[in-house]
């Protein structure tokens, strides 16, 4: 499975994005998939995950904010994010897996494919 991640930008807090990962492969619907971010100088960390077919979890710190949501028909799922704030500047990254536990899904080493990661920039 290749994964590619897109839709990051320039915007400013209180605005809104979507990134989107798209992914090759057929069997790509039956993925668990994870969003992370890393911001300069820190450490990668979890954002939202989403195990087949609508388990979703997010992180404290984008819940209510944020939303997955999923295209299989182009082997795409979204990351919408809404009122932005500036601490949500990060390059964000999508993750898969061919299978994985809904209490797994923010832990990093369990994905076997990562996207190129998309940036975000969120001016206060």
């Known amino acids: 499975v290749q994964l590619q991640a897109s839709g990051g930008g320039l915007v400013q807090a209180g605005g809104s994005l979507r990134l989107s990962c798209a992914a090759s492969?057929?069997?790509?619907?039956?993925?668990?998939v994870g969003w992370f971010r890393q911001a300069p100088g820190k450490e990668r960390e979890f954002v939202a995950g989403?195990?087949?077919?609508?388990?979703?979890y997010y992180a404290d710190s984008v819940k209510g904010r944020f939303t997955i949501s999923t295209d299989n028909a182009k082997n795409t799922v979204f990351l919408q994010m809404n009122s932005l704030k500036h601490e949500d500047t990060a390059v964000y990254y999508c993750a898969a897996v061919a299978g994985a536990i809904y209490s797994s899904l923010p832990r990093e080493e369990i994905y076997h494919y990562w996207g190129q990661g998309t940036q975000v920039t969120v001016s206060s």
């Open positions: 492969g057929r069997t790509f619907s039956r993925y668990a």
């Open positions: 989403l195990r087949r077919p609508n388990s979703i």
